[in-house]
Protein backbone atom coordinates (compact mmCIF):
# COMPACT_ATOMS: atom_id res chain seq x y z
CA UNK A 1 0.00 0.00 0.00
CA UNK A 2 1.39 3.70 -0.76
CA UNK A 3 -0.32 6.95 -0.05
CA UNK A 4 -0.23 10.21 -1.57
CA UNK A 5 0.18 13.12 0.69
CA UNK A 6 -1.99 16.65 0.18
CA UNK A 7 -4.13 19.59 1.84
CA UNK A 8 -6.96 21.56 2.09
CA UNK A 9 -5.78 25.39 2.31
CA UNK A 10 -8.19 27.84 3.33
CA UNK A 11 -7.76 31.53 3.37
CA UNK A 12 -10.11 33.73 5.37
CA UNK A 13 -11.75 36.58 4.63
CA UNK A 14 -11.17 38.98 7.39
CA UNK A 15 -9.62 38.84 10.97
CA UNK A 16 -13.28 37.48 12.61
CA UNK A 17 -11.99 34.11 14.91
CA UNK A 18 -12.51 30.27 14.01
CA UNK A 19 -15.85 29.13 15.64
CA UNK A 20 -14.00 26.09 16.14
CA UNK A 21 -10.73 24.42 14.93
CA UNK A 22 -12.28 20.78 15.27
CA UNK A 23 -15.04 19.00 14.25
CA UNK A 24 -17.02 16.22 16.46
CA UNK A 25 -16.61 12.87 15.29
CA UNK A 26 -20.13 12.41 14.51
CA UNK A 27 -19.82 15.01 12.01
CA UNK A 28 -16.63 14.97 10.30
CA UNK A 29 -17.94 12.06 8.19
CA UNK A 30 -20.61 13.94 6.69
CA UNK A 31 -18.57 17.19 6.06
CA UNK A 32 -15.76 14.86 4.66
CA UNK A 33 -18.16 13.34 2.06
CA UNK A 34 -17.84 17.04 0.59
CA UNK A 35 -14.16 16.60 0.38
CA UNK A 36 -13.95 13.07 -1.41
CA UNK A 37 -16.67 14.13 -3.57
CA UNK A 38 -14.64 17.19 -4.56
CA UNK A 39 -11.32 15.32 -5.29
CA UNK A 40 -13.06 12.86 -7.13
CA UNK A 41 -14.39 15.57 -9.40
CA UNK A 42 -11.05 16.51 -9.44
CA UNK A 43 -9.13 13.08 -10.65
CA UNK A 44 -11.78 10.31 -10.69
CA UNK A 45 -9.39 7.81 -10.20
CA UNK A 46 -9.05 9.18 -6.57
CA UNK A 47 -12.60 7.54 -6.09
CA UNK A 48 -11.01 4.35 -5.92
CA UNK A 49 -8.70 4.95 -3.30
CA UNK A 50 -8.97 5.57 0.78
CA UNK A 51 -9.30 9.05 1.69
CA UNK A 52 -8.26 9.47 5.01
CA UNK A 53 -8.08 12.88 6.75
CA UNK A 54 -9.18 14.58 9.81
CA UNK A 55 -11.57 17.18 10.19
CA UNK A 56 -9.44 20.15 12.01
CA UNK A 57 -7.63 23.15 11.20
CA UNK A 58 -3.53 23.78 11.64
CA UNK A 59 -0.96 26.13 10.91
CA UNK A 60 0.43 25.39 7.94
CA UNK A 61 3.70 24.93 9.91
CA UNK A 62 2.21 21.93 11.43
CA UNK A 63 1.83 19.94 8.41
CA UNK A 64 5.89 21.05 7.79
CA UNK A 65 7.80 19.27 9.88
CA UNK A 66 10.26 16.60 9.77
CA UNK A 67 8.82 13.17 8.77
CA UNK A 68 5.32 15.12 8.14
CA UNK A 69 4.03 13.83 11.79
CA UNK A 70 0.18 14.80 10.86
CA UNK A 71 0.25 12.60 7.61
CA UNK A 72 1.97 10.29 9.72
CA UNK A 73 -0.51 10.04 12.69
CA UNK A 74 -3.47 9.64 9.47
CA UNK A 75 -1.45 6.94 7.84
CA UNK A 76 -0.74 4.88 11.16
CA UNK A 77 -4.63 5.93 12.08
CA UNK A 78 -5.99 4.28 8.38
CA UNK A 79 -4.27 1.04 9.21
CA UNK A 80 -6.48 -0.52 11.68
CA UNK A 81 -9.66 0.59 10.21
CA UNK A 82 -12.53 -1.68 9.49
CA UNK A 83 -13.37 -2.75 6.17
CA UNK A 84 -11.98 -3.05 2.80
CA UNK A 85 -9.54 -0.91 1.48
CA UNK A 86 -10.36 1.19 -1.66
CA UNK A 87 -13.36 3.61 -1.94
CA UNK A 88 -13.22 4.03 2.07
CA UNK A 89 -14.15 7.52 3.81
CA UNK A 90 -12.07 7.27 6.96
CA UNK A 91 -12.79 10.65 9.12
CA UNK A 92 -11.46 11.90 11.95
CA UNK A 93 -12.72 13.94 14.69
CA UNK A 94 -12.95 14.62 18.52
CA UNK A 95 -14.28 12.69 20.91
CA UNK A 96 -15.05 13.30 24.36
CA UNK A 97 -11.55 13.86 25.29
CA UNK A 98 -10.63 15.64 21.74
CA UNK A 99 -8.16 14.65 19.89
CA UNK A 100 -5.54 12.31 20.19
CA UNK A 101 -2.38 14.38 20.62
CA UNK A 102 -1.19 12.91 17.34
CA UNK A 103 -3.62 14.83 15.69
CA UNK A 104 -4.64 17.65 18.17
CA UNK A 105 -3.82 21.05 16.55
CA UNK A 106 -1.36 22.76 18.40
CA UNK A 107 -3.44 25.84 20.27
CA UNK A 108 -0.41 28.48 20.37
CA UNK A 109 -0.22 28.39 16.60
CA UNK A 110 -3.90 29.26 15.84
CA UNK A 111 -3.48 32.97 14.87
CA UNK A 112 -2.90 32.96 11.16
CA UNK A 113 -4.98 33.85 7.98
CA UNK A 114 -4.72 30.82 6.50
CA UNK A 115 -5.32 26.94 7.90
CA UNK A 116 -5.19 23.96 6.40
CA UNK A 117 -6.83 20.17 7.05
CA UNK A 118 -4.12 17.30 6.42
CA UNK A 119 -5.30 14.46 4.19
CA UNK A 120 -4.02 11.28 2.41
CA UNK A 121 -5.16 8.77 -0.24
CA UNK A 122 -4.40 5.25 0.33
CA UNK A 123 -3.91 2.04 -1.81
CA UNK A 124 -2.07 0.15 -4.30
CA UNK A 125 1.10 1.32 -5.62
CA UNK A 126 0.50 2.26 -9.43
CA UNK A 127 -3.13 3.55 -8.43
CA UNK A 128 -1.78 6.11 -5.83
CA UNK A 129 1.20 6.70 -8.29
CA UNK A 130 -0.92 7.81 -11.15
CA UNK A 131 -3.48 9.59 -8.41
CA UNK A 132 -0.40 11.40 -7.56
CA UNK A 133 1.13 12.55 -10.91
CA UNK A 134 -2.26 14.06 -11.50
CA UNK A 135 -2.73 15.81 -8.23
CA UNK A 136 0.94 17.27 -9.42
CA UNK A 137 -0.41 18.48 -12.67
CA UNK A 138 -3.83 19.69 -11.66
CA UNK A 139 -4.57 20.93 -8.34
CA UNK A 140 -2.08 24.27 -7.93
CA UNK A 141 -4.37 25.61 -11.54
CA UNK A 142 -7.81 23.35 -11.13
CA UNK A 143 -7.81 22.69 -7.32
CA UNK A 144 -10.36 25.33 -6.13
CA UNK A 145 -13.26 23.20 -3.87
CA UNK A 146 -16.74 23.36 -5.24
CA UNK A 147 -18.96 26.51 -4.05
CA UNK A 148 -20.60 23.71 -1.59
CA UNK A 149 -18.16 22.48 -0.25
CA UNK A 150 -17.04 25.34 1.03
CA UNK A 151 -20.03 26.70 2.36
CA UNK A 152 -20.47 23.97 3.89
CA UNK A 153 -17.31 23.98 5.58
CA UNK A 154 -17.50 27.85 6.32
CA UNK A 155 -20.40 26.80 8.06
CA UNK A 156 -19.39 23.29 9.82
CA UNK A 157 -16.43 25.36 11.65
CA UNK A 158 -17.69 28.50 11.87
CA UNK A 159 -15.10 31.09 10.00
CA UNK A 160 -15.80 33.03 6.74
CA UNK A 161 -13.57 31.52 3.87
CA UNK A 162 -12.31 33.71 1.11
CA UNK A 163 -10.13 30.82 -0.35
CA UNK A 164 -10.63 27.17 -0.30
CA UNK A 165 -8.63 24.79 -1.89
CA UNK A 166 -6.53 21.25 -2.42
CA UNK A 167 -2.82 21.14 -2.94
CA UNK A 168 -0.48 18.99 -3.02
CA UNK A 169 2.86 18.99 -0.18
CA UNK A 170 4.86 19.44 -2.92
CA UNK A 171 2.11 22.88 -3.70
CA UNK A 172 1.89 23.64 0.32
CA UNK A 173 5.45 23.96 0.41
CA UNK A 174 5.64 25.97 -2.48
CA UNK A 175 2.90 28.17 -1.16
CA UNK A 176 4.93 28.62 2.50
CA UNK A 177 8.03 29.48 0.22
CA UNK A 178 6.92 32.03 -1.21
CA UNK A 179 4.74 33.61 1.89
CA UNK A 180 8.10 33.68 3.37
CA UNK A 181 9.75 35.44 1.00
CA UNK A 182 7.26 38.04 0.74
CA UNK A 183 7.57 38.06 4.69
CA UNK A 184 10.95 38.76 4.02
CA UNK A 185 12.37 35.14 5.75
CA UNK A 186 12.64 33.27 2.81
CA UNK A 187 16.59 32.50 3.54
CA UNK A 188 15.12 30.24 6.37
CA UNK A 189 13.52 28.21 3.90
CA UNK A 190 16.06 26.27 2.06
CA UNK A 191 16.89 25.18 5.95
CA UNK A 192 12.82 23.93 6.62
CA UNK A 193 12.91 22.19 3.65
CA UNK A 194 16.24 20.24 4.17
CA UNK A 195 14.88 19.49 7.10
CA UNK A 196 11.55 18.15 5.88
CA UNK A 197 13.45 15.86 3.84
CA UNK A 198 16.14 14.78 6.28
CA UNK A 199 19.04 16.47 4.69
CA UNK A 200 21.35 16.59 7.33
CA UNK A 201 24.18 18.71 5.27
CA UNK A 202 25.41 22.26 6.43
CA UNK A 203 23.22 25.61 5.46
CA UNK A 204 24.62 28.58 6.96
CA UNK A 205 22.86 31.89 6.86
CA UNK A 206 25.92 34.21 7.18
CA UNK A 207 24.38 37.84 5.48
CA UNK A 208 24.68 40.33 8.29
CA UNK A 209 22.84 42.20 9.07
CA UNK A 210 20.53 39.65 9.50
CA UNK A 211 21.49 37.09 12.46
CA UNK A 212 23.87 34.43 12.13
CA UNK A 213 22.30 30.70 11.98
CA UNK A 214 23.63 27.43 11.44
CA UNK A 215 21.32 24.67 10.37
CA UNK A 216 22.68 20.82 10.15
CA UNK A 217 21.74 17.70 10.99
CA UNK A 218 17.68 18.98 11.65
CA UNK A 219 18.63 21.57 13.77
CA UNK A 220 19.23 25.10 13.83
CA UNK A 221 21.71 27.27 16.02
CA UNK A 222 21.52 30.55 16.32
CA UNK A 223 24.33 32.98 17.12
CA UNK A 224 23.31 34.80 20.89
CA UNK A 225 25.24 38.13 20.48
CA UNK A 226 25.05 40.99 23.00
CA UNK A 227 25.16 44.63 22.14
CA UNK A 228 29.03 44.72 22.14
CA UNK A 229 29.80 42.00 19.62
CA UNK A 230 26.41 43.50 17.26
CA UNK A 231 27.85 46.60 17.18
CA UNK A 232 31.86 46.05 16.80
CA UNK A 233 31.04 42.36 15.25
CA UNK A 234 29.97 43.70 11.70
CA UNK A 235 25.92 42.84 12.74
CA UNK A 236 25.25 46.17 12.12
CA UNK A 237 23.37 47.66 8.99
CA UNK A 238 25.48 49.24 6.59
CA UNK A 239 26.18 52.85 6.51
CA UNK A 240 25.36 52.92 10.42
CA UNK A 241 27.67 55.15 12.14
CA UNK A 242 27.29 54.39 15.68
CA UNK A 243 29.03 58.21 16.51
CA UNK A 244 26.53 59.78 14.67
CA UNK A 245 23.64 58.10 15.53
CA UNK A 246 23.94 57.69 19.46
CA UNK A 247 22.93 55.53 22.11
CA UNK A 248 19.67 55.73 22.00
CA UNK A 249 19.50 54.45 17.95
CA UNK A 250 21.67 51.92 18.32
CA UNK A 251 20.06 50.74 21.39
CA UNK A 252 17.02 50.71 19.28
CA UNK A 253 18.10 49.19 16.31
CA UNK A 254 19.71 46.17 18.60
CA UNK A 255 16.18 45.61 20.34
CA UNK A 256 15.26 44.99 16.64
CA UNK A 257 17.73 42.51 15.88
CA UNK A 258 17.47 40.62 19.01
CA UNK A 259 13.62 40.17 17.66
CA UNK A 260 14.62 38.76 14.16
CA UNK A 261 16.69 36.63 15.91
CA UNK A 262 13.24 35.64 18.26
CA UNK A 263 10.95 35.74 15.29
CA UNK A 264 13.66 33.49 13.34
CA UNK A 265 13.30 31.13 16.21
CA UNK A 266 9.53 31.00 16.21
CA UNK A 267 9.61 30.27 12.41
CA UNK A 268 12.12 27.07 13.45
CA UNK A 269 10.24 25.96 16.44
CA UNK A 270 6.85 25.92 14.07
CA UNK A 271 8.02 23.66 11.95
CA UNK A 272 9.72 21.05 14.69
CA UNK A 273 12.94 22.22 14.60
CA UNK A 274 15.32 22.02 17.66
CA UNK A 275 16.73 25.57 18.16
CA UNK A 276 19.92 25.94 20.17
CA UNK A 277 21.14 30.24 20.99
CA UNK A 278 24.79 29.96 21.44
CA UNK A 279 26.53 32.72 23.03
CA UNK A 280 29.09 34.49 20.89
CA UNK A 281 31.13 37.34 22.87
CA UNK A 282 33.22 39.79 21.43
CA UNK A 283 36.60 38.32 20.21
CA UNK A 284 35.44 34.98 19.42
CA UNK A 285 34.68 33.22 16.04
CA UNK A 286 30.87 33.10 15.90
CA UNK A 287 31.08 30.50 12.90
CA UNK A 288 33.41 28.49 14.69
CA UNK A 289 31.09 28.22 17.91
CA UNK A 290 28.31 27.22 15.95
CA UNK A 291 29.78 24.34 14.27
CA UNK A 292 31.36 23.12 17.33
CA UNK A 293 27.80 22.73 18.96
Known amino acids: M ?23 QAEAGDWAAGI ?3 LARLVPEAAELDLVLV ?20 ETLAERAPGAPG ?28 RVLPFLLRGPAARVEAVGRAFEERLLDTGMANAATALATQSAFGLRIEHMRYLT ?39 PPEPLVRYAAGA ?25 LGAGRMAWLFDRFEARQ ?25 RAILRAG
Open 87 to 114: GRLIAFGGGPDGLPDALAPQADLGGGPL
Open 2 to 24: LSTLGAIAIEQAGAAPVGRSVLV
Open 169 to 207: LHDLMAMMAMQYQHAGLGALWPMIEAALFGDGDEILLDA
Open 55 to 74: AALFDPAELLRPNFPRHAAL
Open 36 to 38: AAD
Open 220 to 244: ARIALIDAEAWALGGFVPPGIDAAT
Open 262 to 286: RQMAAVFGAHGLEVTFDHCPLGKDA
